[in-house]
């Protein structure tokens, strides 16, 4: 089975602007979270999405959305960029919700 | 969430087992205990979980606490392959209700250097 695909791996881009992040889950898993990582505040949660609704979400501003597609592919979309989401977006995907979730790779964006 | 305390760092020889430990002293009756991994420059990986027995899997062992209130991931035989940084994460269970079982809260977890 393919691992979960994130695209692009690297992103850069200036202040101000926006950015969407692709995610393909594993096939057959239902449930995708994402998670942001930076150097100062670790691995945290941004959202899950389960059935083309997001069932849960992380203390981050509304700038920070995503949505689901009936095929449980994901994607993530960050306006108005600011320096600090400068980070590693990390894409999980489990069967259902609750189980183990597999990790991509990430896509690490860069703002500048 | 319950929260979880473990070393910031620790070192093994390899070929040599590793003990891993983490304290979850506020865990709940229905919590269970979950382990992931993270290696240089990829995402995390999950590495075991169990409710009260100790389980084991391909990758390690986890001894639980009579108690709960702390858990140990045993890796065997430590490799150089296994120089990553090791979290420990309570999770509520599936059928719980609420919203948070979709959720990681990831800690600091424990950097694990492995010596040739």
């Known amino acids: 089975k393919a691992g979960v695909t994130q695209t692009p791996r690297y992103l850069i881009k200036t202040r101000g602007q926006q950015v969407t992040l692709s995610c393909s889950p594993i096939?057959?898993?239902?449930?995708v979270s994402w998670y942001q990582q930076t150097p100062g505040q670790g691995l945290q949660f941004l959202f899950e999405?389960?059935?083309?609704?997001?069932?849960n979400k992380g203390n981050f501003p509304g700038r920070f959305s995503g949505r689901q597609f009936s095929n449980s592919r994901s994607e993530m979309n960050v306006s108005t960029l600011e320096l600090g989401d400068s980070a590693l977006y990390l894409c999980?995907?489990?069967?259902?919700?609750?189980?183990?979730?597999?990790f991509g790779p990430g896509t690490r964006l860069t703002v500048t | 969430d319950a929260k979880t305390t473990q070393p910031n760092s620790m070192e093994s020889n390899e070929e040599e087992p590793v003990h891993l430990p983490c304290n979850h002293s506020?865990?709940?009756?229905?919590?269970?205990i979950h382990w992931y991994r993270q290696l240089p420059s990829q995402g995390p990986e999950y590495v075991i979980h169990?409710?009260?027995s100790n389980v084991n899997n391909r990758m390690a062992s986890l001894a639980i606490a009579e108690d709960r209130k702390s858990s140990t991931l045993i890796l065997h035989r430590a490799t150089l392959r296994d120089a990553a940084v090791y979290y420990c994460?309570?999770?509520?269970?599936?059928?719980?209700?609420?919203?948070?079982?979709?959720?990681?809260?990831f800690g600091q977890g424990t950097i694990l250097t492995v010596h040739p």
């Open positions: 999980a995907s489990s069967w259902d919700r609750g189980y183990e979730q597999y």
């Open positions: 096939s057959g898993h239902r449930s």
């Open positions: 999405y389960f059935s083309e609704t997001q069932r």
């Open positions: 506020t865990i709940s009756g229905t919590d269970y």
């Open positions: 169990g409710l009260t």
């Open positions: 994460i309570l999770r509520a269970p599936f059928n719980a209700g609420g919203t948070s079982y979709g959720k990681l809260t």
